[in-house]
């Protein structure tokens, strides 16, 4: 079964680069008047647009590109003129930091908010006032909460930085590239500090818009599960109602909550693209709507690619975890 | 009851830890004793090749580290020598005399070897470029004196050199592939460090041939958003900005501790108009549409008074500005009966490509600009384009009328020549012969007087006869500085910190 | 006899948008120690309403025992504050639900489900309590306890499930055990089965059972009183062979007479005969006797007022007819 998985995960990248790679071409406006310098000589301008293989026709294009990418190749930037790998996997730390983060705290927030709704339904304040807050939160653009945070808490109060990662003088040993991470395991802790007060805004601002659809599916799930024989079973038992809440009910409704945080992800990617740029973020997603705005194709394929695969990678992970809470599925 | 409690708990705590956290740290950036500025700009260099970028803001992060041959003074309005002693130009012969005695950072003696190889470099970077054109080949006389060789006579030469920095052939040598770690210069600040994305960082350099000096240190930050960089000033954070939102200023100039800088940039705004558009062809056409736009009108009511007239295509600040051209009136009766003589007494239908939010208000100015030519008859569609898409239909002389900013640069040379010579570029596709022939006149003029001259010669042609544009305006560059900095900015958005210091 | 408990005057109503229905409207009668009493009526009747409130476990909102006393040995119940009443649940009074297929919990092993109960109530650790939850497997008959103690309530059949159930029940041998509609799931043949265990199992722990069901069948074969229930009250109440042979209240005769009659030979070939009517909106109830829409041989003051019990014959009954 797992096998099987992994076999059809092939087809999924061919289709996606595929995609990827003919979009790219057939989109208005091309890389070599954009990157080009002005002025050159047409000579000059063919030179280059055979060195980047763009003079020959679209399915050679591509079918270089597949040779070269099963052995790792991906090019180089045409912009930056670096392997495109190197470009974007040291952009990837700075990306995954701010995603795991953003989910920590939309889970921390939406998880207990949805079981108390739940629990205490119809209730002004724990149903009707946070699901009303939840609604606010994913009618909420993350553009505008996140420039709203720079300019309150940045400009106006003076409490946190507007951009970046780390302050310029703040000295940080790079491990796994994560800055909280390394700051703790060097015991670095002003760099620690400097590091949670550039992060927490835009952790802030992606989690803030993740955790409405989170809380709201998990009140759902739950109401779903407290209806069920099986709680009452657990309450005729003379369980204390909390167990029967925490215990019986949560791991049923954590299928459904683990499944949100698979689709998620996907909101993660693609929201890092807007919330790297509002918070200067030096990620993956902020030189991905740079890469596009120049047309460097080699990037754009790669870190597309490299979505795709973290996308694939973590719903299979996902998969294992419902095996674990769920003994009816399996793999 | 306890399920209320547990879930606030948990939350509180949340809080509670973050709070803490961040509380470690109670006072904002480090203000250090030293003398060092931030400045935030939308872009950051690429790498840590000085020959890898070919634009103005990263061409000056670079100028504070390594030095070119000569530069131009604005004030002044010459060219002066920074490693170049003094020069002689003849024919196709370009000799300089190198300065002796300057050191790079790493101690040795700056030589003509040094500057045949940062000519070499560059001529094989991307910013081949700027040279290719005209130069042909350098070589090194002796150890203090360098000649170019141009491939025609090229009056022009020094501007181009002067974006061109010197490195240290030694240094490379040493230090192979890791040069790129190693950026040595011989200018009055030395590399500190850079965080791809996050801040260029330079120090005054413990010894300068020239003045030293007076910051300590400079930190360059890309922020990209227009809000977050105006923040980041009022805030503290950051005592430079660049491009401040003109509906910022008036609210940035009531902070006593800030200011807004606006210096008349060189670049200028105008609409293009190819002959291949059939009416283009013909020059009353052109001339009609000139008149048929009230510039002055847009200038105070959409741009805020924000721009400066734009006549003919220099402006006071180049070389060979003209100052006795005189504009086309806001005519709409002139442009009818221009219109009517050239055969369109009912106008014609036209479309025009706009940027859209590339340039300061460019929406807004195209729409009054449509509604304009309307007036005179010329219904005008207006098409808004991404800019990755736009300019290159552009380049490849797909659009026959759009708007556009020229160049930074203080001789009009380059912008003449891709925009209004003969076979250059297909950007406009007007073929004057006249106009070339001066143009090429122009370039082997090696008396700055003289080839003033012509370029004024050529302004009023292009602009009275020729008409391939319309002519707009030159924006005013908008800087947010704090006031602790001394400094003014310079109009071809290339800043320099060489004699600013903080109070 | 000794009585175990004891439900006086109980009103538990269902407080909704369009108005309180009345699910328990005034109900009285007893369970001795060791006896079996059923609980019979139709859907609505309220008798699922009654096991719910004497466990405590009235989905609130939108129900709430608003009258009345349950008294468990003497205590009233519902003077009970939470923990108290966790101590019962359980342990003192246990509940089978209907369902076997809904009522374990589908994530946890049913060895872990049934260890719970030992390990809440006994004191129990958790080791101590698996081998608890096997001894208890093997009590009700179920086959290779030992491996089936690791299993998952979907990889057993309903009947298991509902030997599962039972165990889990029985586990702190509680002394009253409640049964809501407990075969009304199952197969024909796994009901006998699951029927046989139950008596046998009521025997070995000396336990009170109230068995709720439609069935009369099962009344018949399992319980020694029984208590008729219509429309959230009681309608009879008599010692089983009492009732079936001289059932005085006319809804107890209407549902007497629409079983099928496969033993007697003259009954075979009759239609059945079916209650007139319907059940009645609990939002909506008649005036008088709550049955007289439907009863056959109402009088006058039927739709007048509603009758109290009398007690006749060692019957009790709710029927004017009765009053002498």
Partial sequence: ?331 | MTKRTSVLGSVVGALFALATVMSAVTCGPVQAKEASITVAQSIDVSSLNPYGDINTATFAMWKHIMEPLVLFDFNKRTYYGVLAESWTMKDTEYVFKIRKGIRFHDGNELTAHDVKFSLDQALNSIQAVILKSAIKSVDVVDDHTVRVNTKTPFANLLSRLKHIVIVSQKAHEKWGADIKDHPIGTGPFKFVTWKKGNYFVVAKAGSYWGEPAKLDKIIWRPIQEDASRVTALESGEVDVITAVPTHEVARLEKKPNLRVEKTRALRQLFIALSPRFEPFKNPQVRKAMNHAIDVDYIIKNVLDGMAYRAVGPTGPQHIGYNANIKPYSYDPKKARELLAQAGYPNGFDLKFNSSSGRYVKDREVAQVIADQLGRVGIRTQIVFGEHGTYWSDITKGKVNMYLSGGFNEEDPELFLSLYYETGITPRIGLSDPKFDELLRKERMTMNPAESDKLLQEISAYAYNEMVPTISLWHPVDLYGVNNRLVWKPNPNEEMYFHRAYVK | MEKLLEIVGLKTHFFLDNGVVPAIDGLDFWIGRGETVGVVGESGSGKSVTALSIMGVVPNPPGKTVEGEILFEGSDLLAYDAEQMRRIRGKEIAMILQDPMTSLNPVFTIGNQIAEVFMLHGGKSHPEAIEGAIEMLQVVGIPNPEKRVHEYPHQLSGGMRQRVMIAMALSCTPKLLIADEPTTALDVTIQAQTLALMASLKDRYKMAIMLITHNLGIVAEMCQRVVVMYAGKMMEEAEVESLFANPMHPYTRGLLRSLPGVDRKERRHQRLVAIPGIVPNLLNLPKGCRFSTRCEEHIGICKEEEPPLFARDRHRVRCWLMKD
């Fill in chain 1, 1 to 331: 079964m797992l096998r099987r998985r992994l076999i059809g995960i092939l087809p999924v990248f061919l289709g996606v680069s595929l995609i990827v790679f003919v979009l790219l071409r057939l989109a208005p406006g091309d890389p070599l008047s954009l990157l080009v310098p002005d002025g050159s000589s047409q000579a000059e301008v063919e030179r280059i647009r055979h060195e980047w293989g763009l003079d020959r026709s679209v399915p050679v294009q591509y079918w270089e590109f597949l040779k070269k990418a099963t052995l790792g190749d991906f090019g180089e930037s045409y912009k930056y003129r670096e392997p495109v790998s190197k470009l974007v996997l040291e952009r990837l730390p700075a990306t995954v930091e701010l995603a795991l983060l953003s989910l920590l705290i939309s889970t921390m927030v939406a998880i207990p908010i949805g079981i108390v709704s739940a629990v205490r339904r119809n209730s002004a304040l724990w149903d009707h006032g946070t699901m009303s807050l939840a609604l606010l939160g994913t009618s909420m653009p993350p553009f505008w909460l996140g420039i709203m945070l720079i300019i309150v808490l940045g400009g106006q109060l003076n409490l946190l930085p507007v951009g970046g990662r780390l302050t310029y003088g703040i000295e940080l040993t790079h491990i796994t590239g994560l800055y909280l991470l390394d700051s703790i395991l060097t015991l670095n802790w002003e760099a620690f500090s400097d590091a949670c007060r550039h992060i927490i805004m835009p952790a802030f601002t992606m989690g803030v818009v993740m955790a409405a659809m989170a809380a709201r599916i998990t009140r759902s799930s739950m109401l779903d599960v407290l209806g069920q024989d099986y709680i009452t079973t657990a309450r005729i038992k003379g369980l204390p109602e909390r167990t029967v809440i925490l215990k019986h009910c949560l791991r049923n409704s954590l299928c459904t909550i683990v499944t949100i945080l698979g689709i998620q992800l996907g909101t993660l990617l693609a929201g890092s693209i807007i919330i790297e740029t509002v918070f200067s973020w030096p990620g993956v997603g902020s030189l991905l709507i740079q890469a596009i705005g120049y047309r460097d194709y080699r990037v754009v394929q790669f870190t597309v690619l490299l979505f795709a695969f973290i996308y694939i990678l973590v719903n299979l992970l996902l998969d294992f975890v419902y095996t674990w809470i769920d003994p009816r599925v399996r793999i």
